[in-house]
Protein backbone atom coordinates (compact mmCIF):
# COMPACT_ATOMS: atom_id res chain seq x y z
CA UNK A 1 0.00 0.00 0.00
CA UNK A 2 2.99 2.40 1.16
CA UNK A 3 3.27 4.41 -2.11
CA UNK A 4 6.30 6.90 -0.55
CA UNK A 5 9.37 5.80 -0.01
CA UNK A 6 10.58 6.07 4.47
CA UNK A 7 12.68 8.85 5.66
CA UNK A 8 16.07 7.65 6.68
CA UNK A 9 16.04 6.74 10.08
CA UNK A 10 13.78 4.46 12.52
CA UNK A 11 10.03 5.05 12.30
CA UNK A 12 9.76 4.99 16.15
CA UNK A 13 12.47 6.24 18.64
CA UNK A 14 10.84 6.02 22.07
CA UNK A 15 13.28 7.33 24.81
CA UNK A 16 12.75 7.20 28.62
CA UNK A 17 9.43 8.20 27.88
CA UNK A 18 6.68 8.40 30.76
CA UNK A 19 2.73 9.02 31.42
CA UNK A 20 1.20 9.47 34.85
CA UNK A 21 -2.28 10.71 35.45
CA UNK A 22 -1.87 12.54 38.57
CA UNK A 23 -0.44 9.94 41.40
CA UNK A 24 -1.07 7.16 38.83
CA UNK A 25 1.59 5.94 36.36
CA UNK A 26 0.13 4.54 33.54
CA UNK A 27 3.80 3.60 32.03
CA UNK A 28 7.19 4.50 32.41
CA UNK A 29 10.62 5.00 31.69
CA UNK A 30 9.99 3.29 28.14
CA UNK A 31 12.67 3.42 25.37
CA UNK A 32 12.81 1.21 22.05
CA UNK A 33 12.86 2.04 18.59
CA UNK A 34 10.89 0.19 15.51
CA UNK A 35 12.73 0.39 12.20
CA UNK A 36 10.62 0.92 8.41
CA UNK A 37 8.73 -2.14 7.53
CA UNK A 38 8.96 -3.89 10.73
CA UNK A 39 6.00 -5.70 12.64
CA UNK A 40 6.71 -4.83 16.07
CA UNK A 41 4.22 -6.43 18.82
CA UNK A 42 3.46 -4.57 21.95
CA UNK A 43 2.45 -6.76 24.13
CA UNK A 44 0.96 -6.81 28.50
CA UNK A 45 -1.81 -7.43 30.39
CA UNK A 46 -5.03 -5.26 31.02
CA UNK A 47 -3.60 -2.05 32.61
CA UNK A 48 -0.03 -2.23 31.62
CA UNK A 49 -0.27 1.00 29.24
CA UNK A 50 -0.42 -0.32 25.95
CA UNK A 51 -3.43 2.09 24.98
CA UNK A 52 -1.95 5.23 26.50
CA UNK A 53 1.52 4.98 24.93
CA UNK A 54 0.35 4.57 21.51
CA UNK A 55 -2.00 7.33 22.58
CA UNK A 56 0.82 9.08 23.22
CA UNK A 57 2.90 8.01 20.38
CA UNK A 58 -0.40 9.38 17.96
CA UNK A 59 0.06 12.60 19.74
CA UNK A 60 -3.91 12.37 21.68
CA UNK A 61 -2.02 12.73 25.00
CA UNK A 62 1.20 14.59 26.00
CA UNK A 63 3.86 12.28 27.66
CA UNK A 64 4.78 13.42 31.57
CA UNK A 65 8.68 13.35 30.04
CA UNK A 66 10.66 11.63 28.15
CA UNK A 67 11.38 11.91 24.44
CA UNK A 68 9.62 10.50 21.38
CA UNK A 69 10.57 10.74 17.64
CA UNK A 70 7.16 9.45 15.13
CA UNK A 71 7.63 8.84 11.67
CA UNK A 72 10.69 11.11 11.60
CA UNK A 73 9.38 14.11 13.60
CA UNK A 74 9.71 15.01 17.29
CA UNK A 75 6.83 14.48 19.33
CA UNK A 76 5.54 17.59 20.67
CA UNK A 77 2.70 19.78 20.31
CA UNK A 78 3.86 21.76 17.19
CA UNK A 79 4.50 18.35 15.68
CA UNK A 80 1.19 17.34 16.29
CA UNK A 81 -0.68 18.13 12.46
CA UNK A 82 2.57 16.54 10.76
CA UNK A 83 2.70 13.30 12.51
CA UNK A 84 -0.84 12.22 12.71
CA UNK A 85 -0.59 13.11 8.39
CA UNK A 86 2.01 10.42 8.45
CA UNK A 87 0.19 7.76 10.73
CA UNK A 88 -2.86 6.10 11.10
CA UNK A 89 -4.56 4.49 14.58
CA UNK A 90 -6.75 2.32 14.60
CA UNK A 91 -8.09 2.34 17.92
CA UNK A 92 -9.66 -0.80 20.04
CA UNK A 93 -12.84 -0.04 18.81
CA UNK A 94 -13.02 1.01 15.02
CA UNK A 95 -15.26 3.72 16.08
CA UNK A 96 -17.35 4.48 12.57
CA UNK A 97 -20.39 6.07 12.44
CA UNK A 98 -23.11 3.52 11.68
CA UNK A 99 -25.68 5.78 10.29
CA UNK A 100 -23.39 6.40 7.08
CA UNK A 101 -22.49 3.55 4.63
CA UNK A 102 -19.02 2.24 4.33
CA UNK A 103 -17.83 4.16 1.64
CA UNK A 104 -18.99 7.43 3.42
CA UNK A 105 -16.93 6.86 6.62
CA UNK A 106 -14.10 6.03 4.62
CA UNK A 107 -14.81 9.81 2.32
CA UNK A 108 -15.05 11.63 5.55
CA UNK A 109 -11.67 10.65 6.78
CA UNK A 110 -9.91 10.77 2.89
CA UNK A 111 -11.37 14.56 3.66
CA UNK A 112 -9.68 14.83 7.01
CA UNK A 113 -6.48 13.93 5.61
CA UNK A 114 -7.01 16.02 2.19
CA UNK A 115 -5.91 13.27 0.13
CA UNK A 116 -5.86 13.47 -3.74
CA UNK A 117 -8.13 10.93 -5.88
CA UNK A 118 -10.34 10.22 -3.05
CA UNK A 119 -12.72 7.70 -4.95
CA UNK A 120 -9.63 5.71 -6.19
CA UNK A 121 -7.68 5.31 -3.10
CA UNK A 122 -11.34 4.10 -1.09
CA UNK A 123 -11.88 1.61 -3.89
CA UNK A 124 -8.37 0.56 -3.36
CA UNK A 125 -8.79 0.37 0.64
CA UNK A 126 -11.44 -1.63 0.17
CA UNK A 127 -10.22 -3.97 -2.09
CA UNK A 128 -7.67 -4.76 0.57
CA UNK A 129 -9.86 -5.87 3.29
CA UNK A 130 -12.18 -7.73 0.87
CA UNK A 131 -15.01 -5.32 1.39
CA UNK A 132 -15.19 -3.70 -2.17
CA UNK A 133 -18.78 -4.99 -2.58
CA UNK A 134 -19.88 -3.72 0.71
CA UNK A 135 -19.30 0.05 -0.07
CA UNK A 136 -22.92 1.15 0.29
CA UNK A 137 -23.82 -0.91 3.04
CA UNK A 138 -24.35 1.09 6.15
CA UNK A 139 -22.02 0.26 8.63
CA UNK A 140 -24.61 -0.67 11.28
CA UNK A 141 -25.93 -3.46 9.37
CA UNK A 142 -21.99 -5.04 9.75
CA UNK A 143 -20.55 -7.50 11.79
CA UNK A 144 -18.33 -6.45 14.41
CA UNK A 145 -15.63 -8.62 12.06
CA UNK A 146 -16.41 -6.41 9.14
CA UNK A 147 -16.52 -3.06 10.89
CA UNK A 148 -13.18 -4.02 12.54
CA UNK A 149 -12.39 -4.86 8.29
CA UNK A 150 -13.51 -1.11 7.58
CA UNK A 151 -11.71 0.30 10.52
CA UNK A 152 -8.35 -1.33 8.91
CA UNK A 153 -9.66 0.19 5.36
CA UNK A 154 -9.79 3.42 6.73
CA UNK A 155 -6.28 3.19 8.38
CA UNK A 156 -4.99 2.54 4.75
CA UNK A 157 -6.13 5.00 3.24
CA UNK A 158 -3.70 7.26 4.09
CA UNK A 159 -0.66 4.81 2.89
CA UNK A 160 0.61 5.37 6.60
CA UNK A 161 4.34 5.56 7.42
CA UNK A 162 3.26 3.99 11.03
CA UNK A 163 0.18 2.43 11.26
CA UNK A 164 -0.92 1.37 15.27
CA UNK A 165 -3.19 -1.05 15.47
CA UNK A 166 -4.52 -1.34 19.03
CA UNK A 167 -5.84 -4.21 19.91
CA UNK A 168 -7.48 -4.85 16.33
CA UNK A 169 -9.06 -8.69 16.94
CA UNK A 170 -10.06 -7.79 20.86
CA UNK A 171 -13.39 -9.46 20.72
CA UNK A 172 -13.95 -11.36 17.42
CA UNK A 173 -15.02 -14.72 17.41
CA UNK A 174 -11.71 -17.09 15.87
CA UNK A 175 -12.98 -16.97 11.83
CA UNK A 176 -12.75 -13.12 11.93
CA UNK A 177 -9.88 -12.81 13.88
CA UNK A 178 -7.67 -14.97 11.61
CA UNK A 179 -9.17 -13.11 8.75
CA UNK A 180 -7.69 -9.75 10.44
CA UNK A 181 -4.46 -11.87 11.06
CA UNK A 182 -4.48 -12.93 7.09
CA UNK A 183 -4.70 -8.87 6.69
CA UNK A 184 -1.93 -7.97 8.78
CA UNK A 185 0.00 -10.24 7.08
CA UNK A 186 -0.45 -9.46 3.83
CA UNK A 187 0.54 -5.82 4.75
CA UNK A 188 3.29 -7.18 6.25
CA UNK A 189 4.30 -8.48 2.99
CA UNK A 190 4.43 -5.22 1.77
CA UNK A 191 6.81 -3.73 3.84
CA UNK A 192 3.75 -1.52 5.93
CA UNK A 193 5.52 -0.70 9.44
CA UNK A 194 2.78 -1.88 11.83
CA UNK A 195 2.45 -1.16 15.82
CA UNK A 196 0.25 -4.07 17.28
CA UNK A 197 -0.51 -4.25 20.75
CA UNK A 198 -2.27 -7.40 21.64
CA UNK A 199 -2.71 -9.27 24.33
CA UNK A 200 -3.53 -12.36 22.13
CA UNK A 201 0.10 -14.03 22.29
CA UNK A 202 -0.07 -16.35 19.16
CA UNK A 203 -0.82 -13.75 17.62
CA UNK A 204 1.95 -11.51 18.37
CA UNK A 205 4.15 -14.74 17.59
CA UNK A 206 2.41 -15.47 13.96
CA UNK A 207 2.71 -11.99 12.74
CA UNK A 208 5.74 -9.42 14.64
CA UNK A 209 9.59 -9.40 14.05
CA UNK A 210 9.87 -8.70 17.15
CA UNK A 211 8.05 -7.89 20.26
CA UNK A 212 8.11 -5.66 23.78
CA UNK A 213 6.49 -6.85 26.62
CA UNK A 214 5.21 -3.81 28.96
CA UNK A 215 3.78 -4.07 32.64
CA UNK A 216 4.16 -0.30 33.09
CA UNK A 217 7.66 -0.66 32.17
CA UNK A 218 8.88 -2.04 29.36
CA UNK A 219 10.23 -5.79 30.67
CA UNK A 220 11.81 -6.76 27.53
CA UNK A 221 12.30 -6.46 23.98
CA UNK A 222 13.24 -8.68 20.88
CA UNK A 223 12.91 -11.24 18.14
CA UNK A 224 10.57 -14.24 19.95
CA UNK A 225 13.26 -16.89 19.50
CA UNK A 226 15.20 -14.59 21.29
CA UNK A 227 13.33 -14.07 24.15
CA UNK A 228 12.84 -17.49 24.78
CA UNK A 229 16.82 -18.79 24.54
CA UNK A 230 17.34 -15.27 27.47
CA UNK A 231 14.91 -16.41 29.59
CA UNK A 232 14.42 -20.55 29.52
CA UNK A 233 17.51 -22.72 29.37
CA UNK A 234 17.38 -25.33 26.82
CA UNK A 235 15.46 -28.84 27.92
CA UNK A 236 15.71 -32.14 26.19
CA UNK A 237 12.55 -34.44 27.39
CA UNK A 238 13.23 -37.85 27.77
CA UNK A 239 10.46 -40.43 27.73
CA UNK A 240 11.43 -44.63 28.50
CA UNK A 241 9.25 -46.94 28.52
CA UNK A 242 9.62 -48.14 32.45
CA UNK A 243 11.07 -45.49 34.91
CA UNK A 244 14.53 -45.81 35.02
CA UNK A 245 16.48 -47.83 38.30
CA UNK A 246 18.65 -44.73 38.54
CA UNK A 247 18.71 -41.78 36.67
CA UNK A 248 21.50 -39.71 38.49
CA UNK A 249 23.80 -42.49 36.74
CA UNK A 250 22.70 -41.99 33.72
CA UNK A 251 21.84 -38.37 33.07
CA UNK A 252 24.93 -37.14 35.58
CA UNK A 253 27.78 -37.49 33.78
CA UNK A 254 26.43 -36.26 30.28
CA UNK A 255 28.38 -34.10 28.51
CA UNK A 256 26.48 -30.75 27.38
CA UNK A 257 23.69 -31.18 30.10
CA UNK A 258 23.44 -29.43 33.23
CA UNK A 259 21.06 -30.89 35.36
CA UNK A 260 17.91 -33.02 35.39
CA UNK A 261 14.47 -33.32 36.75
CA UNK A 262 11.33 -35.55 36.18
CA UNK A 263 8.44 -34.00 34.86
CA UNK A 264 4.76 -34.77 36.47
CA UNK A 265 4.35 -36.57 33.35
CA UNK A 266 7.47 -39.10 34.58
CA UNK A 267 9.39 -37.54 31.51
CA UNK A 268 13.08 -36.92 32.06
CA UNK A 269 13.50 -33.01 31.38
CA UNK A 270 17.40 -32.70 30.79
CA UNK A 271 18.91 -29.03 31.18
CA UNK A 272 21.28 -28.68 28.63
CA UNK A 273 23.82 -26.27 27.25
CA UNK A 274 24.14 -28.04 23.71
CA UNK A 275 20.99 -29.97 22.40
CA UNK A 276 22.95 -31.63 19.03
CA UNK A 277 25.62 -32.50 21.66
CA UNK A 278 23.77 -33.53 24.60
CA UNK A 279 20.92 -35.33 22.71
CA UNK A 280 23.33 -38.56 21.03
CA UNK A 281 24.77 -38.54 24.56
CA UNK A 282 21.51 -38.91 25.92
CA UNK A 283 20.55 -42.02 23.72
CA UNK A 284 23.72 -43.69 23.72
CA UNK A 285 23.70 -43.84 27.61
CA UNK A 286 20.20 -44.17 27.83
CA UNK A 287 20.62 -47.67 25.35
CA UNK A 288 24.16 -48.60 27.94
CA UNK A 289 21.82 -48.50 30.60
CA UNK A 290 19.25 -50.47 29.13
CA UNK A 291 16.61 -48.59 28.57
CA UNK A 292 13.76 -48.22 25.65
CA UNK A 293 13.67 -44.90 24.70
CA UNK A 294 10.65 -44.26 23.63
CA UNK A 295 11.05 -39.79 22.61
CA UNK A 296 13.75 -37.75 22.89
CA UNK A 297 13.01 -34.10 21.28
CA UNK A 298 14.04 -30.52 22.74
CA UNK A 299 10.78 -28.18 24.52
CA UNK A 300 9.65 -25.48 22.41
CA UNK A 301 8.94 -22.84 25.06
CA UNK A 302 5.80 -20.42 23.40
CA UNK A 303 6.11 -16.31 23.63
CA UNK A 304 2.89 -18.00 25.86
CA UNK A 305 5.77 -19.10 28.47
CA UNK A 306 7.68 -15.74 28.27
CA UNK A 307 5.06 -13.27 28.59
CA UNK A 308 3.92 -15.55 32.08
CA UNK A 309 8.03 -15.78 32.95
CA UNK A 310 7.67 -12.18 33.11
CA UNK A 311 4.40 -11.01 34.42
CA UNK A 312 4.19 -13.72 36.78
CA UNK A 313 7.59 -12.38 38.17
CA UNK A 314 5.87 -8.74 38.51
CA UNK A 315 3.38 -10.13 40.22
CA UNK A 316 5.27 -11.86 42.80
CA UNK A 317 7.74 -8.56 43.20
CA UNK A 318 4.49 -6.73 43.61
CA UNK A 319 3.12 -9.79 46.48
CA UNK A 320 6.56 -9.46 48.76
CA UNK B 1 -1.21 19.73 3.66
CA UNK B 2 -2.29 22.84 5.44
CA UNK B 3 -0.17 23.99 7.83
CA UNK B 4 -0.54 27.17 10.47
CA UNK B 5 -3.55 27.92 9.32
CA UNK B 6 -7.62 26.24 9.11
CA UNK B 7 -7.98 23.79 6.16
CA UNK B 8 -11.21 24.29 4.33
CA UNK B 9 -11.08 21.03 2.62
CA UNK B 10 -11.68 19.39 6.54
CA UNK B 11 -13.88 21.79 7.43
CA UNK B 12 -15.74 20.77 4.25
CA UNK B 13 -15.56 17.11 5.39
CA UNK B 14 -16.99 17.52 8.61
CA UNK B 15 -19.64 19.94 7.66
CA UNK B 16 -20.63 17.15 4.72
CA UNK B 17 -20.36 13.92 7.71
CA UNK B 18 -22.42 16.40 10.26
CA UNK B 19 -25.32 16.78 7.26
CA UNK B 20 -25.33 12.89 6.54
CA UNK B 21 -25.71 12.03 10.04
CA UNK B 22 -28.09 14.29 11.07
CA UNK B 23 -30.39 13.41 7.99
CA UNK B 24 -30.37 9.76 8.88
CA UNK B 25 -30.29 10.38 13.09
CA UNK B 26 -34.14 10.11 13.69
CA UNK B 27 -33.75 12.34 16.99
CA UNK B 28 -32.02 15.26 15.43
CA UNK B 29 -34.26 15.17 12.11
CA UNK B 30 -37.61 15.29 14.26
CA UNK B 31 -36.52 17.87 16.54
CA UNK B 32 -35.61 20.30 13.58
CA UNK B 33 -38.46 19.39 11.51
CA UNK B 34 -41.54 19.47 14.56
CA UNK B 35 -39.96 22.02 16.85
CA UNK B 36 -40.38 24.87 14.01
CA UNK B 37 -44.05 24.29 13.47
CA UNK B 38 -44.74 24.35 17.59
CA UNK B 39 -42.75 27.56 17.76
CA UNK B 40 -45.04 28.69 14.58
CA UNK B 41 -48.47 27.86 15.96
CA UNK B 42 -48.17 30.35 18.92
CA UNK B 43 -47.62 32.70 17.32
CA UNK B 44 -50.09 32.95 13.86
CA UNK B 45 -52.83 31.80 17.08
CA UNK B 46 -52.31 35.36 18.72
CA UNK B 47 -51.59 37.31 15.67
CA UNK B 48 -55.34 35.71 14.52
CA UNK B 49 -57.10 36.19 17.87
CA UNK B 50 -55.83 40.17 17.73
CA UNK B 51 -58.72 42.81 16.51
CA UNK B 52 -58.44 45.70 14.66
CA UNK B 53 -59.20 48.05 17.36
CA UNK B 54 -56.91 46.04 20.14
CA UNK B 55 -54.92 49.66 22.05
CA UNK B 56 -51.38 49.86 21.23
CA UNK B 57 -49.73 48.56 24.29
CA UNK B 58 -51.46 45.46 24.11
CA UNK B 59 -51.17 44.74 20.06
CA UNK B 60 -47.27 45.31 20.95
CA UNK B 61 -47.46 43.21 23.66
CA UNK B 62 -49.19 39.94 21.55
CA UNK B 63 -47.00 41.01 18.56
CA UNK B 64 -43.95 40.86 21.12
CA UNK B 65 -44.95 37.32 22.71
CA UNK B 66 -45.37 35.85 18.67
CA UNK B 67 -41.60 37.38 17.88
CA UNK B 68 -40.90 35.99 21.06
CA UNK B 69 -41.55 32.49 20.01
CA UNK B 70 -40.11 32.94 16.98
CA UNK B 71 -37.01 33.62 18.48
CA UNK B 72 -37.05 30.31 20.33
CA UNK B 73 -36.15 28.73 16.91
CA UNK B 74 -32.87 29.92 16.10
CA UNK B 75 -32.46 29.52 19.60
CA UNK B 76 -33.43 25.75 20.27
CA UNK B 77 -33.21 24.13 17.62
CA UNK B 78 -29.33 24.84 16.73
CA UNK B 79 -29.07 24.03 21.05
CA UNK B 80 -30.44 20.77 20.78
CA UNK B 81 -28.45 19.43 17.76
CA UNK B 82 -24.56 20.95 19.01
CA UNK B 83 -24.93 20.02 22.12
CA UNK B 84 -24.76 16.35 20.66
CA UNK B 85 -21.66 17.32 18.64
CA UNK B 86 -18.89 16.35 20.67
CA UNK B 87 -20.46 14.33 23.82
CA UNK B 88 -22.36 12.32 20.83
CA UNK B 89 -19.48 11.50 19.37
CA UNK B 90 -17.80 10.24 21.95
CA UNK B 91 -20.92 8.11 23.24
CA UNK B 92 -20.59 6.65 19.66
CA UNK B 93 -16.75 6.33 20.39
CA UNK B 94 -16.10 8.07 17.10
CA UNK B 95 -13.82 10.87 18.68
CA UNK B 96 -10.92 9.03 19.14
CA UNK B 97 -10.46 7.90 15.55
CA UNK B 98 -11.06 11.48 13.93
CA UNK B 99 -8.45 13.34 16.97
CA UNK B 100 -6.04 10.97 15.01
CA UNK B 101 -6.16 12.50 11.56
CA UNK B 102 -4.82 15.60 11.02
CA UNK B 103 -7.90 17.60 11.70
CA UNK B 104 -7.11 20.81 14.08
CA UNK B 105 -10.07 21.39 16.97
CA UNK B 106 -10.90 24.54 15.57
CA UNK B 107 -11.47 23.39 12.46
CA UNK B 108 -13.34 20.35 13.92
CA UNK B 109 -15.26 22.94 15.78
CA UNK B 110 -16.09 25.35 13.39
CA UNK B 111 -17.17 22.27 10.80
CA UNK B 112 -19.83 21.38 13.62
CA UNK B 113 -20.61 24.61 14.18
CA UNK B 114 -21.80 25.37 10.87
CA UNK B 115 -23.45 22.42 10.46
CA UNK B 116 -25.72 22.97 13.00
CA UNK B 117 -25.74 26.49 11.59
CA UNK B 118 -26.83 26.44 8.27
CA UNK B 119 -30.17 24.37 8.42
CA UNK B 120 -31.35 26.33 11.78
CA UNK B 121 -30.71 29.77 9.30
CA UNK B 122 -32.51 28.08 6.75
CA UNK B 123 -35.52 27.01 9.17
CA UNK B 124 -35.67 29.64 11.23
CA UNK B 125 -36.00 32.28 8.05
CA UNK B 126 -38.51 29.95 6.42
CA UNK B 127 -40.42 29.97 9.26
CA UNK B 128 -40.16 33.58 9.58
CA UNK B 129 -41.29 34.57 6.21
CA UNK B 130 -44.14 32.09 6.21
CA UNK B 131 -45.29 33.78 9.68
CA UNK B 132 -44.98 37.34 7.54
CA UNK B 133 -46.76 35.81 4.91
CA UNK B 134 -49.44 34.54 7.01
CA UNK B 135 -49.84 38.23 8.96
CA UNK B 136 -49.90 39.55 5.40
CA UNK B 137 -52.62 37.79 4.03
CA UNK B 138 -54.97 37.01 7.05
CA UNK B 139 -54.23 39.50 9.55
CA UNK B 140 -56.02 42.49 10.29
CA UNK B 141 -54.38 45.49 8.36
CA UNK B 142 -53.51 47.15 11.31
CA UNK B 143 -51.88 43.56 12.81
CA UNK B 144 -49.88 43.29 9.84
CA UNK B 145 -48.48 46.95 9.43
CA UNK B 146 -47.00 46.87 13.57
CA UNK B 147 -45.66 43.43 12.29
CA UNK B 148 -44.43 44.88 9.23
CA UNK B 149 -42.18 48.12 10.96
CA UNK B 150 -38.83 48.06 9.29
CA UNK B 151 -37.41 47.56 12.99
CA UNK B 152 -39.13 45.02 13.99
CA UNK B 153 -38.12 43.05 11.01
CA UNK B 154 -34.28 44.10 11.16
CA UNK B 155 -33.92 42.96 14.52
CA UNK B 156 -35.70 39.66 13.20
CA UNK B 157 -33.40 39.41 10.50
CA UNK B 158 -30.21 40.50 12.68
CA UNK B 159 -30.95 38.73 15.96
CA UNK B 160 -31.75 35.37 14.31
CA UNK B 161 -28.23 34.53 13.15
CA UNK B 162 -26.62 35.88 16.32
CA UNK B 163 -28.92 33.72 18.79
CA UNK B 164 -28.36 30.37 16.33
CA UNK B 165 -24.58 31.16 17.06
CA UNK B 166 -24.77 31.70 20.31
CA UNK B 167 -27.14 28.88 21.25
CA UNK B 168 -24.50 26.53 19.16
CA UNK B 169 -21.33 27.85 20.69
CA UNK B 170 -22.94 27.34 24.00
CA UNK B 171 -24.40 23.61 22.97
CA UNK B 172 -20.67 23.10 21.95
CA UNK B 173 -19.27 24.04 24.95
CA UNK B 174 -21.22 22.13 26.96
CA UNK B 175 -20.82 18.80 24.99
CA UNK B 176 -16.77 19.22 25.39
CA UNK B 177 -17.53 19.25 29.23
CA UNK B 178 -20.33 16.77 29.69
CA UNK B 179 -20.36 12.95 28.75
CA UNK B 180 -23.95 12.03 28.73
CA UNK B 181 -26.27 13.43 25.68
CA UNK B 182 -28.99 14.21 27.83
CA UNK B 183 -27.47 16.47 30.33
CA UNK B 184 -25.79 18.20 27.64
CA UNK B 185 -28.76 19.14 25.92
CA UNK B 186 -30.80 20.38 28.46
CA UNK B 187 -27.95 22.31 30.05
CA UNK B 188 -27.48 23.87 26.18
CA UNK B 189 -31.34 24.62 26.21
CA UNK B 190 -31.32 26.51 29.41
CA UNK B 191 -27.70 28.19 28.08
CA UNK B 192 -29.07 29.19 24.56
CA UNK B 193 -32.45 31.24 26.41
CA UNK B 194 -30.52 34.45 28.32
CA UNK B 195 -29.59 36.44 24.92
CA UNK B 196 -33.39 35.91 24.27
CA UNK B 197 -34.10 38.60 26.62
CA UNK B 198 -32.84 41.35 24.20
CA UNK B 199 -35.37 40.35 21.50
CA UNK B 200 -37.96 39.81 24.28
CA UNK B 201 -37.34 43.17 25.28
CA UNK B 202 -37.51 45.33 21.82
CA UNK B 203 -40.85 42.55 20.75
CA UNK B 204 -42.41 43.99 23.93
CA UNK B 205 -41.56 47.72 23.45
CA UNK B 206 -39.36 47.73 26.78
CA UNK B 207 -36.93 49.02 24.02
CA UNK B 208 -36.90 50.99 20.89
CA UNK B 209 -35.56 48.41 18.11
CA UNK B 210 -34.08 51.63 16.54
CA UNK B 211 -31.49 50.79 12.91
CA UNK B 212 -28.65 52.23 15.55
CA UNK B 213 -29.44 50.12 18.76
CA UNK B 214 -30.21 46.84 16.84
CA UNK B 215 -26.52 47.12 15.06
CA UNK B 216 -25.12 48.05 18.08
CA UNK B 217 -26.57 44.79 19.80
CA UNK B 218 -25.76 42.80 17.06
CA UNK B 219 -22.26 43.82 16.69
CA UNK B 220 -22.06 42.95 20.44
CA UNK B 221 -23.53 39.24 20.10
CA UNK B 222 -21.14 38.78 16.72
CA UNK B 223 -18.25 39.68 18.89
CA UNK B 224 -19.59 36.86 21.61
CA UNK B 225 -19.95 35.01 19.12
CA UNK B 226 -16.50 35.06 17.89
CA UNK B 227 -14.98 35.07 21.32
CA UNK B 228 -16.81 31.75 22.03
CA UNK B 229 -15.76 30.22 19.19
CA UNK B 230 -11.83 30.83 20.53
CA UNK B 231 -13.04 29.85 23.60
CA UNK B 232 -14.50 26.55 23.46
CA UNK B 233 -11.79 25.69 20.98
CA UNK B 234 -9.76 26.22 23.93
CA UNK B 235 -11.70 24.09 25.91
CA UNK B 236 -11.17 20.91 23.74
CA UNK B 237 -8.94 18.57 25.29
CA UNK B 238 -7.88 16.09 23.50
CA UNK B 239 -6.36 14.03 26.64
CA UNK B 240 -9.13 14.92 28.72
CA UNK B 241 -11.80 14.41 26.04
CA UNK B 242 -10.29 10.76 25.36
CA UNK B 243 -8.88 9.25 28.86
CA UNK B 244 -11.00 11.59 31.07
CA UNK B 245 -8.23 12.95 32.50
CA UNK B 246 -6.69 16.71 31.80
CA UNK B 247 -2.81 16.59 30.40
Known sequence: MRAETPPAGPALVVENLTKRFGERTAFQDVSFSVEYGEVFGFLGPNGAGKTTTVRTLGTLIVPSSGTARVAGLPLNADNGVAIRSRIAVMPEAPGLYLRLSVAENLAYFAGLYELPDRRARIERALKAVGLQNRADDLCRSLSKGLRQRVGLARALLTDPQVLFLDEPTSGLDPVAAREVHDLIAALREQGVTIFLTTHRLAEAERLCDRVGIMNTTLRTIGRPDELREQLFSKVLEIRTRAPLADPAAVFGALPGADGWHQGENGAYLLTVTDPEQAAPAAARALVAAGADLLALSPTQHSLEDVYLQLIDTDVEAQQR | ?247
Do not use: C
Open chain 2, 1 to 247: MTTGQLSTTRIRAVIVKELRDYRRNRFIAYTMAIMPVLFMIAPIVVIFSLPGDVPAAKLDKGIGLSLLYLTLIPALVPAVVSSYAVVGEREQGTLEPVLTTPLRREELLLGKALAAYLPTLVISYVMYGLFLAFAGLFAHPNVADDIFQAGRILAQLLFTPLLAAWSIWAGIAISTRTSDVRVSQQLSTLVSLPPLAVTALMGFGAITPTLRLALLLGAGLLAIDLAAWRLVSAMFDRERLITGSKA
